[in-house]
T-cell receptor
């Protein structure tokens, strides 16, 4: 599975958009980009995933560059409850059993009032 | 979304004893389950992958005789930490993958070995 690089920490003002970058320059053609987050002392929570098109759901938007070497997770209106460690992970996607979620160090997002 | 539970949520045991942690997928059948451990202020580290009815596959450096994994059914996997020592104290998290290949995580079990 390809590795990812994320900034170790970021701050965001409450109510503003949080843009979390991720580099995955060695991603393979059949690997998806997954985002999870972990609030302190809880299990990781799935946010969103995508292959090459931009994706949006009720939690966030995922923007993947055309060359797929990087992506950005966008939380459109961050709240204090969004304070967490955000993990960007690449793995073979749905329909390809066998891919593993290997966690990097993630980005610690602090949403401030 | 799908729900994965773990029991117990916290456990304290004495050095030398064994501890069993259960992981259940409550509303779906899990084709594959995973076990992770996490030390304070560190990321999750994958320990092993298990499929129902077969032996678990352990990641490099994880002792299979120390961390016994049983995946007896499509909704239950157990991790037994045998002869626990203080260095085994950690946050253990299980994860279950459904037939659509989506993966969900349990709330974690905090193990403290005294």
């Amino acid at each position: 599975d390809a590795k990812t690089t994320q900034p170790p920490s970021m701050d965001c003002a409450e109510g503003r958009a949080a843009n979390l970058p991720c580099n995955h320059s060695t991603i393979s053609g059949n690997e998806y980009v997954y985002w999870y987050r972990q609030i302190h002392s809880q299990g990781p929570q799935y946010i969103i995933h995508g292959l090459k098109n931009n994706e949006t759901n009720e939690m966030a938007s995922l923007i993947i560059t055309e060359d797929r070497k990087s992506s950005t997770l966008i939380l459109p209106h961050a709240t204090l409850r969004d304070t967490a460690v955000y993990y960007c992970i690449v793995r073979v996607g749905p329909g390809n059993q066998g891919g593993k979620l290997i966690f990097g160090q993630g980005t610690e997002l602090s949403v401030k009032p | 979304g799908a729900v994965v539970s773990q029991h117990p949520s916290r456990v304290i045991c004495k050095s030398g004893t064994s501890v069993k942690i259960e992981c259940r997928s409550l509303d779906f059948q899990a084709t594959t389950m995973f076990w992770y451990r996490q030390f304070p202020k560190k990321s999750l580290m994958l320990m092993a992958t298990s499929n129902e009815g077969s032996k678990a596959t352990y990641e490099q450096g994880v002792e299979k005789d120390k961390f016994l994994i049983n995946h007896a059914s499509l909704t239950l996997s157990t991790l037994t930490v045998t002869s626990a020592h203080p260095e085994d104290s950690s946050f253990y998290i299980c994860s279950a993958r459904d037939v659509r290949d989506e993966q969900y995580f349990g709330p974690g079990t905090r193990l403290t070995v005294t």
